[in-house]
């Protein structure tokens, strides 16, 4: 039987491997879309307090006046 270093992968966990970061990559994808839907419907402070990162994002993404919440945006 021959020697496998540690970082060689055999097909079948390589597959696995891929399999794992499809799902991750999916489940990401799905938060993104889920928080962002709550941000558009008005939870932006439980979005601020839980998804930090993704709060940050969204302010970039949309005009400020969306996240302000219940205060009134003056053009």
Sequence with gaps: MPNRSMNEETPQAANQTRSLQVTIDGLKANLDCAVEA??????????????????????????????????????
């Design 38 to 75: 709550a941000v558009l419907h008005g939870a932006t402070e439980w979005v601020r307090l839980n998804h930090p990162t993704h709060y940050q994002r969204l302010l970039i993404r949309f005009d400020d006046s969306a996240l302000l919440g219940e205060r009134r945006y003056l053009h």
